[in-house]
């Protein structure tokens, strides 16, 4: 089991940043392609964007490129999503997200490909 706990979340104005973290425990997350969604009310899950378990390749979700950027530290067993530029639209529940794998070059991006899930943090942006 593993479980993931967000942090980092509030509420910030347009145009403004904030940092997510999500810290692992109970298993390494050398192990595991993490990734960050947000969902909105009244609306799907949304892939923001994944890091492989190496941390050597990321990919993002069409609504945040170049403006929000994931990062791990595997000795820590935290995953972090630096958000800039953000908008009113980006404001939702924030989860970061486990998928076991042996690759180095995994990034799903499906909500079905991960296998643990954090409780979510609440990001708002005001105008």
């Known amino acids: 089991q593993v479980q993931l706990v967000e942090s980092g979340g509030g509420l910030v104005q347009a145009g403004g940043s904030l940092r997510l973290s999500c810290v692992a425990s109970g298993r390494t997350l050398s192990n595991y392609a993490m990734g960050w969604f947000r969902q909105a009310p009244g609306k799907e899950r949304e892939f923001v964007g994944v890091?492989?378990?190496?941390?050597?390749?990321?990919a993002d979700g069409n609504s945040v490129k170049d403006r929000f950027t994931i990062s791990r530290d595997n000795t820590k067993n935290t995953v972090f999503l630096q958000m800039n530029v953000l908008k009113p639209e980006d404001t939702a529940v924030y989860y970061c997200?486990?998928?076991?794998?042996?690759?180095?070059?995994?990034?799903?991006?499906?909500?079905?490909?991960?296998?643990?899930w954090g409780q979510g943090t609440q990001v708002t942006v005001s105008l």
């Open positions: 890091i492989t378990r190496d941390g050597g390749n990321t």
């Open positions: 997200a486990a998928s076991a794998t042996s690759s180095d070059h995994y990034t799903p991006r499906g909500v079905g490909l991960y296998d643990y």
